[in-house]
Antibody
Framework: VQLVESGGGLVQPGKSLKLSCSAS????????MHWIRQAPGKGLDWVAY???????VYADAVKGRFTISRDNAKNTLYLQLNSLKSEDTAIYYC???????????WGQGVMVTVSS | DIQMTQSPASLSASLEEIVTITCQAS??????LSWYQQKPGKSPQLLIY???SLADGVPSRFSGSRSGTQYSLKISRLQVEDIGIYYC?????????FGGGTKLELK
């Protein structure tokens, strides 16, 4: 199992960014997936979840601004980040869901910095 | 949201020492509790799931237990490679919530 995030970078407040998580080594379409973030020097914060059937759930802090999606043909998970704020600055990890119970594999993370 | 209160926030221990980290859930979460280790500069890795089950490839010196709504991670004989930050996670109800983390250092 391998999860590789990409798409991070420096972006101005109010702008948008789209993160990708490329999955390999398992049947991507059969698993729910999560995005989790970690602000510099801080703990882990869950961001969003998408089920294998593309149902979605969001943290209150990002609801209405972020959109999680998936392309099973490309084995890729996405996170569209809109109306970015400085407090969205963090490392963003994708992780595989196991039966809604725990997260068994994590990517290496991608840094998003929101600053003018 | 379910709150996960993790303690201690930091811990300094000697090699071969027994280390225990706890998470207190704000309500019943059954066995929907997992533990993760994050080494410096790395992504978190699963250690324990279902409160007590050891993930594949995790050394047997790690163990998890539950008493009501209190969950514990025990390292039976601390090794150098165990240094890092440990987090608990409840996935009983949305949103999933993490404990604040325990930074484990060598004395």
């Amino acid at each position: 199992v391998q999860l590789v995030e990409s798409g991070g970078g420096l972006v101005q407040p109010g702008k948008s960014l789209k993160l990708s998580c490329s999955a390999s080594g398992f049947t991507f379409s059969s698993y729910g997936m999560h995005w989790i973030r970690q602000a510099p020097g801080k703990g882990l914060d869950w961001v969003a979840y998408i089920s294998s059937s593309s149902g979605t759930v969001y943290a209150d802090a990002v609801k209405g601004r972020f959109t999680i999606s998936r392309d099973n043909a490309k084995n890729t998970l996405y996170l569209q980040l809109n109306s970015l704020k400085s407090e969205d600055t963090a490392i963003y990890y994708c992780a595989r869901d196991r039966m809604g119970y725990y997260f068994d594999y994590w990517g290496q993370g991608v840094m998003v910095t929101v600053s003018s | 949201d379910i709150q996960m209160t993790q303690s201690p926030a930091s811990l300094s221990a000697s090699l071969e020492e027994i280390v225990t980290i706890t998470c207190q859930a704000s309500q019943d979460i059954g066995n929907w509790l997992s533990w993760y280790q994050q080494k410096p500069g790395k992504s978190p890795q699963l250690l324990i799931y279902g409160a007590t089950s050891l993930a594949d490839g995790v050394p047997s010196r790690f163990s998890g237990s539950r008493s009501g709504t209190q969950y514990s991670l025990k390292i039976s004989r601390l090794q150098v490679e165990d240094i890092g930050i440990y987090y608990c996670l409840q996935a009983y109800s949305a949103p999933p919530t993490f404990g604040g983390g325990t930074k484990l250092e060598l004395k």
